[in-house]
Structure formats: structure tokens, C-alpha cells
């Protein structure tokens, strides 16, 4: 428990955010007999509005790479590194200027004027935003040769790759720079840290203080100086695509994670800060339990907890006061919450950073708010106000986090080559407690996370054309571009009491970046036990959730097995060399490879399974598909229950993540939402309708419902969670009572498919957020999938409500996803935030069918009424 604070102690730490005199947000316990509600990062996991963003920025998004070319060459070359910026058209409507913050326009100019200053300050383009906007990372630090930089390379490397020698290294002591990475504006429309960082840069620029060149001589400071730049200019949380980027480092979609993602692994800070707004008091971690089971806790919390007193120290001393300026002490949510602000999920900035060697990581919480109503209402004095006092807060955070790396660095890189020792060597972690992690009061039994790693992980192989090769090579590649290390076997071999074919990869968990490896792959836990509330999401198995076979081994060793690193997955892409082709949509590229041939003209039909017929005359466009989407085309006799297919035109009410994996399937996509339709819609531009978010049915105009329900009448819905089956149901598709759990459940779940087109092949898991089963099934409802027995939950947080509905029990066995004849409806999460690529093809496969089912019905309305006679 958490006995030592400088607050009042806060024994029931569910919190609430208040809304003080001044109009920030201030943590508060929340009132006793009140409805308690949890203190959320920044928002909401559910999105209620529909999603609108353009097609142009999924595909920038989906194009981008993995590694800039910048990142890939910059190791050779010395410091500074210098490069004219050529400046952006100015943009008045920038929001940043409202508040008298740099506006995005501005940076380049600024940056360019920073670089001139001396031979300290370093720019370099590390990608673009889904909107195209240019990511900026600064990097300050005394002069290097192309020599020294190759030095700090191999040192570096040193680090991660053999760190007991490296824990030995004489000239890594007293030569290597320790490396801290300041990341702005994660969210677009928290601006300060940007302005915050501008004005460090240029006073450790030019400053000849002692203090600063004995920093700059021993450490590289890394500045992404706006994560988000599409949020900065549009005064939005998210990016172009409408992702929060703070929840996407699980899955990379896009391409501002995935730089971020390249920034730690080639620089692997030893420390981090994340600025974020807006929490008064300045909110500033280490976090509340529960504490993620795969990290090296007891180094992370030691130092982590270490600089946030000083930061809130830095923070206190600014001087600012409720009475005079509205702002509060700073907070430190380990010693001051009992629960609320956890840092389970890796899906963070820095929690992800953990695991790439950070040991003092920290999201900072700015006060004042000055963000969405207190934008569009407060005086533009005060917002400035509010402003300048965040810029100096977030100022007072960052000069901290550098007195404590001076002064601190010979411990940090010893803490950072520790987590990597004890990956490599296999050792157990280290419980937290008062003799392990000394100074760092109150913690307890609730602190005490760990896992038992695996000895290995294998994703077997089967042929390139057996189900999952596309799922498992995705995964593969997915694992080298964070980083953990993957092996494939040269020979057939016995592993753990089980047999696996040539060509299987092997994930061996005595690594330096183990714990990665083991959050991406494990399936995670049941923490429904642990805390009353989590703030996001709880489960996440890419093993469970990504389409392919993951297998644990817990004994046996691997030396004698013939295994070779790989730097990439080996295509699976095939094609059969004669007759018709077969397709399984079975994963989401395949789906997208039959969206891309159906609109080049290609003649497919669909088969009862599910499955799609290429002609043979289409060989040559399926190679080329093969290639581009690395599936497989097999050998298929003909058969004469087979189905036309044309391009299916989605209209979509849905979430950002949602809308982004339609996109990424290839699929017709128009945006709509109720106020689309209230303004009129013309639907027969479009063959389906997808609901998840953002329409209300009851909300539409007489004129607007009327031409929804003579659409749905002739055409299929697609819904998902309650919205969607409110539509189902209030327009009659489908006979069934949609049965919300609790809203806050989310994770992993098993479920039992029933073989029909919707989830014929798929995964026995899926995932949930607020999950929704189905009751009441009327005549011609047929059940695609339901929920396991017992207990559904496989890893997350799923508790009943506190009259007892809502929880696992009562959804067990109980339909998950249910169609008709017009309609499909699911209670799962099949595409949440882009994430689950297995449950994928579920959608598709909906889509599909009730588009078909539109089509089928005309063509036999059209037999039916038979050759019209003209009349003489």
C-alpha cells in the first residue's frame, strides 16, 4: 500500500477529473456514494463519432516505411548533421497560433536557425505523417568525427548485443554518451512540449555554462519535436487517420508510431520523457499497478521514481500556486494513487520504450487545459496564459530530466545493460520491494509483477500454401522491426516433445529484448482480479489475435539446432501452374489481393466455403498478386456452386481503426454518419452499409431514415457492438436482443466459430472492448460465433457490474456474431484500432456475403418475372 506521501492520503484512488475555478483538470478522489468513474490518460478508448478520414492519408499510412532512409545511413556519418529545411507554406488556420505557440509552418525556419547557431544542434527527417507532414528529430550534443559517431555506434551495439562484456567495458565507462529522447506532441492538440523543447534547443545551443558542456560531452539529447504534426495544425488528438498514436506502438499502423519505433531502437535512450496535457496538478510517472509482468520493474521503477522527484521539485519550485495561478503541486501517481494510471499495456510511448532499454521513462502531464471547449471558449489572454504557464512546466520537467542524466549516467547505462544481461542470459527478474528497489516508498505485494518467459517460441511452418503462412510471415516481420530477434531452422527438428518442419522460425527468449518479444507473443493475463478499473486496453496477443500458430515452449535447450537469423520473412506467395485458382480469405491480404483484382476487371466467383475462383485465363494478374500481397493461389477443380463476385462499395459509420482496415483490405470505402445522411446521401453509390460508431438511427430526419430503411430493405447491413445492432434491429434485419456487458471489459477472448462463410477458418479468439452477445434469436438467425464456455477471458479485464450482470459468466456460451438474410451483427471487436489481422477476413467475409446476397436477390427477382411482352 502506499504509505508515504507528501498529499493527503488517497485510500479509494478510482478518481475522477474535476473541473476546477480556473477550468483544468485536477485529479481528485471522487466523492463517496458517487458513480465512480476512472482517470483515464487522455481519453476515452471507445470512439462514439464515426470516422471521416481521407483515403489519401491510409494510403500514405500503409505505404510508409519501416525504416527511413535517413535512419538507415545515419550511423556513418558524424555530428552535427546538418541539413537545410525547406520551409512549408504558412497555414493562418494552424491552431497552434491561437494559443502564441510556434505553429507547424514555423518549425523548419526555427530549426534552420538553431542549426546555424554553433556545431551543436543537428536535424534530421526521420518520415512523414499520414497527412505528409515532415517529422522532425533534433539532436544536440557536443561534436563528433565520423570516427567518434562509428565509437558511439559500436558501443551501442555492444550494449544491446553481448552486455556482459559490455558491463565490463572500460571505454563504454568513461566514453559513452548516455542517450535521452524528449518526445513532443504525441497528441496534437497538447502543444506545449513542442514550444518547450524549441526554447531547450537553443539555449543549449549557444550556452558555455560548465554544467551544459559536461552534459553535451557525455550525452546525445534526441528531440522529436512534434510526434504529431497532422493534430498540431488541425487542434486534434489524433493524426490524419484519425489514430491516437499513443495506443499504437503494439501495432505500428502508422507511419509517426512506427518513426518513433525507429528512433528507440537506433538510439536506445537510457532515459525518456513523453509531454502530454492536461492533468493539474502536472501529473508526472512512475504509474499506479498494476505494473506490466514483462519488464526489468525493479530497474525501471528505480529510476524512474528517482527522476520524478526531481522533476516535481523543478515543477513545485516554478512558484505557482491554485490561489494565484489555478495550478496545483505536481503529483506522482505511484506514491499519491492506489490505482487509475497503470502501465500494463505496452501500447504507451514510454512503457514501449521499456522494453527497448529505457530504465526511467515517464509520461508527463502539463495542467492547464487548453484544449477542446476551453479552445473554443476562454479568452485568447487566458489561453495564452494558461499556455505560457505549460511551456514552463513542461521546461521545468525537461532541465530536471537533465541534471538527473548528468549526474546519473554511469548508473543508468549499468541499469540499461542489466535489463539487456539479464534478456540474453535468461536470468528471473527481480520483485520489486523496499530492499531491492531502496528508496522508493510504499510499495507492496500490489506492486510485484513478473512472468515465467518461455525457453522459445516457434511459428511453424506447413507449405507456403497451408492456412496461416501469410499471418505467420506478417508476424515475423512484424517481430525484426521491433527489434527481437528471430531464427528459422534449416532442418526439421524435436523441440519440447513436439515435431516442427523445416523452415520453422524459432524465437529464442534468451535475448536481450526478451520482455518485447514475450508482450507481443505471450497470451497475456487475467487481471480482472487485481484492480477495480483499467484506463485502456488489457489484452492484446499478437499470438492469439494475428492469425497465426504461436507455440510456447517452456523446456527443452536449442543448442544443436540448426538455426539461422533472418532479417525478413520468406515470401509465401505461390501460384498453382495450371487450371482455375483458389484464394482463402483467410487473412486480410488476401482479401485485399481479391479487391485489387476485381478492380482490374478480373472474373472471380465465390465458392460455399468461402473461398474465391480466379480463372486461369487471370494467371498472369494473380502472379502479380502473389507477389504484391504474398498469398497464395492453389490448384481448384471446377464446380458449379460457385457465385459471381463484383467490387463491394462499403458505406461505413465507424471508428478510425476501423475505417483504416477496410482501407487496408482494399475495400470501397465512403465515410457516412448521421449528420451525412441527415444532409442527404445518394445510396446507390454504395452496395453495403458497415455501422459501428457515430450513427443513430433514432436521429435521423423522417427523410433520412426513409432512405436507410428502403436501402437496408434491398441491400445488407454490417453492424458491430451496440450501435450497429441498434440499426439491425431498429429496422427490423434481424430478430435478436443485443445484450451490453460491461463497458469497461476488454481483451482477449475464446470463442467458438460455427463454419458458416462469416467465420469459416477463423482464429478460436477474438478480441473485445465493451463486448456485446446476442439473446432472443428469432426465426432464420443463424449463430457465426459464440463466446467459450466457462470463462471467456484469456487475458485482460473483464468484471461483471455490481449487480452482477455483464461479466464473462453471463456472456459464456451466449451467440457473438449472428447474421440473416439482410444482416450481420457482431459483438466483438474484429478490427479494433487496425490491430487484430486474424479476425480481419470476419468483416470482409460479412461484407461480401450480405453485398451478394443484395446481388443474388435482384438477379432472381429478375428470372422470375420473365421476358416482358410489348404491347401492340
Known amino acids: 500500500m502506499r504509505t508515504t506521501s507528501t498529499y493527503p492520503a488517497r485510500p479509494v484512488l478510482i478518481t475522477a477529473l474535476a473541473l476546477t475555478a480556473t477550468g483544468s483538470l485536477l485529479l481528485t478522489p471522487h466523492p463517496a456514494g458517487a458513480d465512480p468513474k476512472p482517470a483515464t490518460r487522455e481519453g476515452s478508448a471507445l470512439d462514439r463519432t464515426a470516422a471521416g478520414a481521407p483515403r489519401s492519408a491510409a494510403l500514405r499510412a500503409l505505404a ?51 542549426q546555424a547557431l554553433g556545431d551543436r544542434v543537428s536535424v534530421e527527417v526521420t518520415g512523414r505523417s499520414a ?24 558501443m551501442r551495439e555492444l550494449i544491446e548485443n553481448a552486455p556482459a562484456t559490455a558491463a565490463r567495458s572500460p571505454e563504454i565507462k568513461a566514453g559513452y554518451k548516455t542517450p535521452v529522447f524528449f518526445n513532443n506532441n504525441i497528441h496534437g492538440n497538447e502543444w506545449e512540449g513542442t514550444d518547450a523543447s524549441l526554447a531547450l534547443v537553443e539555449r543549449l545551443a549557444t550556452a558555455n555554462d560548465t554544467r551544459t558542456k559536461d552534459l553535451l560531452a557525455h550525452s546525445r539529447l534526441y528531440f522529436n519535436i512534434t510526434a504529431n504534426p497532422d493534430g498540431r495544425i488541425a487542434g486534434t488528438r489524433a493524426n490524419a487517420n484519425g489514430f491516437d498514436l499513443n495506443r499504437d506502438f503494439v501495432t505500428a499502423s502508422q507511419p509517426e508510431a512506427r518513426a518513433m519505433r525507429r528512433i528507440e531502437i537506433d538510439k536506445q535512450p537510457a532515459v525518456m520523457l513523453d509531454l502530454h496535457g492536461y492533468v493539474n496538478g502536472t501529473l508526472i510517472e512512475p504509474t499506479t499497478p498494476p505494473h506490466g509482468e514483462n519488464y526489468e520493474y525493479d530497474l525501471f521503477l528505480k529510476n524512474t521514481y528517482a527522476n520524478a522527484l526531481g522533476m516535481e521539485s523543478a515543477v513545485n519550485g516554478l512558484g505557482y500556486t491554485p490561489a494565484k ?19 500494463w499495456p505496452p501500447i504507451f510511448t514510454p512503457q514501449y520504450a521499456a522494453f527497448h532499454g529505457t530504465v526511467a521513462a515517464h509520461t508527463v502531464e502539463i495542467p492547464m487545459v487548453v484544449n477542446n471547449t476551453a479552445y473554443d471558449t476562454l479568452p485568447i489572454a487566458e489561453l495564452r496564459r494558461r ?18 542524466v548528468r549526474t546519473r549516467r554511469a548508473s543508468l547505462i549499468a541499469d540499461q545493460i542489466e535489463v539487456f544481461r539479464r534478456g540474453a542470459a535468461g536470468a528471473a527478474q527481480v520483485p520489486v520491494s523496499a530492499e531491492t528497489v531502496p528508496g522508493v516508498p510504499g510499495i507492496g505485494p500490489e506492486d510485484v509483477y513478473t512472468t515465467a518467459f518461455p525457453r522459445a517460441y516457434v511459428l511453424p511452418a506447413g507449405t507456403t500454401s497451408a492456412p496461416g503462412a501469410t499471418a505467420t510471415a506478417r ?15 534449416a532442418h526439421a527438428f524435436r523441440l519440447g516433445g513436439r515435431a516442427y518442419p523445416k523452415g520453422s522460425y524459432v524465437v529464442d527468449m534468451h535475448q536481450p529484448k526478451r520482455g518485447l518479444a514475450n508482450v507481443l507473443l505471450a497470451d497475456g493475463r487475467d487481471i480482472s482480479d487485481k484492480v477495480s478499473v483499467m484506463y485502456d486496453i488489457s489484452g492484446w496477443s499478437l499470438g492469439r489475435l494475428w492469425g497465426a500458430e504461436v507455440v510456447p515452449v517452456t523446456g527443452g535447450g536449442l543448442s544443436g539446432l540448426a538455426l539461422r537469423p533472418v532479417s525478413s520473412a520468406a515470401p509465401v506467395g505461390t501460384v498453382a501452374p495450371r487450371g482455375d485458382l483458389r484464394l482463402r480469405l483467410d487473412d486480410p491480404n488476401a482479401v485485399a489481393a481479391l479487391n485489387s483484382l476485381l478492380r482490374q476487371g478480373v472474373s472471380i466467383r465465390r465458392a460455399a466455403d468461402g473461398s474465391v475462383v480466379v480463372p486461369a485465363s487471370a494467371r ?68 453495403v452499409l458497415f455501422v459501428s460508431a457515430g450513427l443513430d438511427r433514432a436521429a435521423l430526419d423522417e427523410s ?14 454490417v453492424g458491430r457492438g451496440a450501435a450497429g445492432a441498434a440499426v439491425g434491429t431498429g429496422a427490423g434485419l434481424l430478430d435478436v436482443t443485443a445484450v451490453a456487458g460491461n463497458g469497461d471489459a476488454n481483451g482477449v477472448v475464446r470463442v467458438v466459430n460455427s463454419g458458416g462463410r462469416v467465420t469459416a477458418g477463423a482464429p478460436d479468439h477474438s478480441f473485445v472492448y465493451a463486448p456485446v452477445w446476442f439473446t432472443g434469436l428469432g426465426p432464420g438467425v443463424r449463430v457465426e460465433q459464440s463466446y467459450a464456455a466457462g470463462n471467456p477471458l484469456v487475458s485482460g479485464h473483464w468484471r461483471p457490474l455490481a449487480d452482477g450482470s455483464g461479466g464473462p459468466a453471463a456472456a459464456a456460451g451466449q451467440p457473438a456474431v449472428v447474421s440473416g438474410p439482410h444482416a450481420v451483427l457482431f459483438g466483438t471487436e474484429p478490427l479494433f484500432r487496425d490491430h487484430p489481422k486474424g479476425e480481419f477476413p470476419q468483416v470482409a467475409q460479412a461484407l461480401i456475403t450480405m453485398a451478394q446476397a443484395q446481388a443474388q436477390e435482384q438477379a432472381q427477382a429478375r428470372a422470375s418475372s420473365g421476358p416482358v411482352e410489348e404491347s401492340g
Not at 499556455?387 to 538527473?404: C, E, M
Open 64 to 114: 510508409a516505411p519501416a525504416t527511413p532512409a535517413a535512419e538507415q545511413t545515419g550511423a556513418t556519418r558524424g555530428y552535427p548533421r546538418r541539413q537545410i529545411l525547406s520551409p512549408d507554406p504558412e497555414n493562418p488556420a494552424d491552431k497552434s497560433l491561437k494559443l502564441g505557440l510556434t505553429p507547424y509552418h514555423a518549425i523548419a525556419p526555427k530549426l534552420n536557425a538553431l
Open 131 to 154: 497527412g505528409g507532414h515532415r517529422l522532425y528529430l533534433v539532436t544536440v550534443t557536443a561534436p563528433e568525427t565520423a570516427r567518434q559517431a562509428r565509437a558511439q555506434a559500436r
Open 325 to 343: 495561478d489555478g495550478v496545483q503541486p505536481a503529483q506522482i501517481p505511484f506514491r499519491d494513487q492506489a490505482e487509475g494510471w497503470d502501465d
Open 387 to 404: 499556455s505560457a504557464v505549460n511551456v514552463h512546466v513542461a521546461g521545468a520537467a525537461l532541465g530536471a530530466t537533465l541534471d538527473f
Open 475 to 489: 508476424l515475423v516481420d512484424h517481430l525484426l522491426a521491433n527489434d527481437v530477434r528471430v531464427t528459422r531452422a
Open 620 to 687: 498472369g494478374r494473380a502472379v502479380a498478386a502473389a507477389r504484391s500481397y504474398d498469398v497464395s493461389f492453389t490448384s481448384v477443380k471446377p464446380s458449379a456452386t460457385t457465385t459471381a463476385l463484383r467490387p463491394v462499395r462499403v458505406a461505413a459509420a465507424v471508428t478510425p481503426g476501423e475505417l483504416f482496415a477496410l482501407r487496408e483490405m482494399g475495400f470501397d470505402v465512403t465515410p457516412v454518419s448521421t449528420t451525412v445522411l441527415n444532409a442527404g446521401f445518394d445510396w446507390s453509390s454504395v452496395d
Open 704 to 717: 433520412a431514415r426513409t432512405a436507410l430503411d428502403a436501402f437496408l430493405a434491398g441491400h445488407g447491413l
